[in-house]
T-cell receptor, first 111, second 112 residues
Framework: ETGVTQSPTHLIKTRGQQVTLRCSSQSGHNTVSWYQQALGQGPQFIFQYYREEENGRGNFPPRFSGLQFPNYSSELNVNALELDDSALYLC??????????FGPGTRLTVT | GENVEQHPSTLSVQEGDSAVIKCTYSDSASNYFPWYKQELGKRPQLIIDIRSNVGEKKDQRIAVTLNKTAKHFSLHITETQPEDSAVYFCAASILSDYKLSFGAGTTVTVRA
C-alpha cells in the first residue's frame, strides 16, 4: 500500500451542497493531483498542486477548487454539487521520476 | 490535450495463457507510460511503467513495449493467474508535469 491517505471514505450529499475532500500525500511528495473516476471509466485529471500553487487544470469547471498546505496535504472543494459529480475522487502524489501513487479514494454520491 | 485509447475493453483468458492490452496516444511530447491495476473497490496500483528512451521493460510475468513512431504501447501478462483478474488502465504523460491521461480501462478475467 502507498502512503497516500484520503478522508472521508464515503460521502453522501444533496444536489446544490458543497463538499470538501482531504488528502495526505506520501511522505516527501511535493506534488498532489486530484482525479475523478466515474463508474466504469478511467480517472480524469482535475488539477494538480505543486508547492501550494495550482500547476495545471483539466477540463473541470471553476466550482472545483483546491488547496495545498505547507505539509503538502491537500483539499478538493466542490461547490453547487450536481448529480454527475457522483464518482470516486482519487488523490495522487508524486516526487520526480514520474511515478504517481494513488490514495484509496473518496466515494461521493450526490442525490 | 493528450488522448489515450485502450483496447480491448474486456478480455477473458484461461489460467496460464497470456493477456495483451494495447494503447495508443496522440501527443508526441508524451514520454512516460505507466500501467495501473485496479481491483474492485480499491485504488489504482502502479504495476509497471516505461519511458520513451526504452523500447521494452519486464518485471517477472509483466512486460510493457513501446513504439514511439507508431505512438502505441502494450502490456503483456504471461502465465496468467486468477489474482490477475482486475481492471487495467494505461496512461500517458510528460515526465516533467505528472499529469496522467488515462485510457478507458480493460477488464481482465482469468478463468480457472
Amino acid at each position: 500500500e502507498t502512503g497516500v491517505t484520503q478522508s472521508p471514505t464515503h460521502l453522501i450529499k444533496t444536489r446544490g451542497q458543497q463538499v470538501t475532500l482531504r488528502c495526505s500525500s506520501q511522505s516527501g511528495h511535493n506534488t498532489v493531483s486530484w482525479y475523478q473516476q466515474a463508474l466504469g471509466q478511467g480517472p480524469q485529471f482535475i488539477f494538480q498542486y505543486y508547492r501550494e500553487e495550482e500547476n495545471g487544470r483539466g477540463n473541470f469547471p471553476p466550482r472545483f477548487s483546491g488547496l495545498q498546505f505547507p505539509n503538502y496535504s491537500s483539499e478538493l472543494n466542490v461547490n453547487a454539487l450536481e448529480l454527475d459529480d457522483s464518482a470516486l475522487y482519487l488523490c495522487a502524489s508524486s516526487l520526480g521520476a514520474g511515478e504517481t501513487y494513488f490514495g484509496p479514494g473518496t466515494r461521493l454520491t450526490v442525490t | 490535450g493528450e488522448n489515450v485509447e485502450q483496447h480491448p475493453s474486456t478480455l477473458s483468458v484461461q489460467e496460464g495463457d497470456s493477456a495483451v492490452i494495447k494503447c495508443t496516444y496522440s501527443d508526441s511530447a508524451s514520454n512516460y507510460f505507466p500501467w495501473y491495476k485496479q481491483e474492485l473497490g480499491k485504488r489504482p496500483q502502479l504495476i509497471i511503467d516505461i519511458r520513451s528512451n526504452v523500447g521494452e521493460k519486464k518485471d517477472q510475468r509483466i512486460a510493457v513495449t513501446l513504439n514511439k513512431t507508431a505512438k502505441h504501447f502494450s502490456l503483456h501478462i504471461t502465465e496468467t493467474q486468477p489474482e490477475d483478474s482486475a481492471v487495467y488502465f494505461c496512461a500517458a504523460s510528460i515526465l516533467s508535469d505528472y499529469k496522467l491521461s488515462f485510457g478507458a480501462g480493460t477488464t481482465v478475467t482469468v478463468r480457472a
